[in-house]
């Protein structure tokens, strides 16, 4: 451990998962930190937390936030928790509220991407549920991920010039929209593709997301890991009916 | 709507589903409030909201939080954004987060119990994924349920005297947890009857959240509507093997 960072999250080392949603926000508001089981220690880390070795609240899962003797899990309560110390979310509980509210949704929509790979158990491969996986990921590619994502465009559309989904600024949940449709774009190009046009605002909010001058150098660096199949979006051609 | 009470939910009228965890809440501070759709406006009330008639931030599904101005979705978000002003939660941003982890562990397992009936698409009814719906509730009852119990039993036993689960006080987290046997032991009554000598801690802390004299005085009265198959926690035998 690195005794001078502010923040250690301690997240799988070598993919993106839930944990890029923490990543990106440290990174774009240039936060220290350490990203604790990509060092050394590697993924012991994670295992002396997942087994009580460790004092403060105990973990069920990657990833963790470690701020001093605050030890916290799931991915919106994190962020929720950063926010307000990295300058990525406005003042007041209303404010707050609505981020907290929208994160949330990503969130469900990040457990549907999951899903269309295992959605009969987390304990057996995809290859054990492939035929269930063609069916939800049907669903999710007709119903779902149009239902969530125009709803997404539909907040912008109502806010205030559109640029924000939060009050008038830039703030962690723009952050995970962009990270939500990089992955989900590397899951289901084709689909993404054919229903982007749908969502203008959507696409100019990934545009001024990947811009943001952290945000570019991060995703060139080596830091920034590449999707791949071991993560939450994951690309199976079979699943897009090819 | 009643002008004079301090909070509206608007939530389904006829199930428990997840507006019963901000219902329970509400009950047990004894909130004044408003179950909108249970009044004369019935589901209208919803709509009006779900296709943007209303001001405030668009919600996608309820339920949803009315407060003055504020218009809030999203169980947890929902109960973080009511627990400081119900006096339902410690003071701090560590033991809140704390709290609000907790709860969006409840809210993981309450996704899961809902897919154990419903795990190829919601817009499928149940008798059109039965047969998946045995296989993933047997992974459910085998892995994830014994999992996230015996997690949270872990974490009282962690906690100082192991009877609140956040801090040293009665919280919404205790509650939640509270529901969740309710619904679990509702939906799978063999399985919950044979692990439940393994949480001895959790046992105690729903016999507590039980006798709570609002608590009580609620599940005594009309207002609590009896668990039923259009809800989260849904009895099929047939999925516990029977």
């Keep these: 451990m690195t005794p001078s960072v502010d923040y250690r999250l301690v997240y799988w080392p070598k993919l993106q998962g839930r944990g890029e949603f923490i990543r990106l926000a440290l990174e774009d508001a240039g936060a220290s930190y350490e990203d604790v089981a990509r060092g050394p220690q590697g993924m012991t880390a994670i295992f002396e937390y997942l087994r009580g070795e460790q004092p403060g609240q105990l973990p069920l899962a990657p990833p963790i936030l470690v701020h001093g003797e605050l030890v916290i899990t799931q991915v919106a309560n994190i962020l929720a928790y950063l926010a307000p110390r990295l300058n990525l979310v406005g003042d007041g509980d209303d404010e707050r509220a609505v981020a907290l509210q929208l994160q949330l949704t990503v969130a469900d929509l990040v457990a549907e991407a999951h899903d269309t790979h295992h959605p009969v158990s987390t304990a057996l491969a995809y290859d054990e549920q492939k035929d269930a996986a063609k069916v939800r990921s049907s669903a999710f590619l007709d119903a779902r991920l149009p239902k969530f994502m125009g709803y997404f465009e539909h907040c912008l559309e109502r806010a205030n010039g559109g640029d924000f989904l939060v009050g008038r600024a830039h703030s962690y949940v723009d952050l995970s ?45 080596e830091r920034r890991l590449g999707f791949n199949e071991d993560g939450i979006f994951r690309h199976y051609p079979e699943l897009e009916g090819e």
């Excluded at 939500?180 to 100019?204: D, I, K, V």
């Design 177 to 221: 929209v962009f990270q939500l449709m990089e992955g989900l774009s590397y899951a289901f190009p084709r689909s993404m593709s054919q229903l982007s046009s749908r969502w203008p605002r959507l696409t100019r909010l990934r545009d001024r997301v990947a811009a943001r001058p952290n945000v570019a150098s991060y995703l060139a660096s």
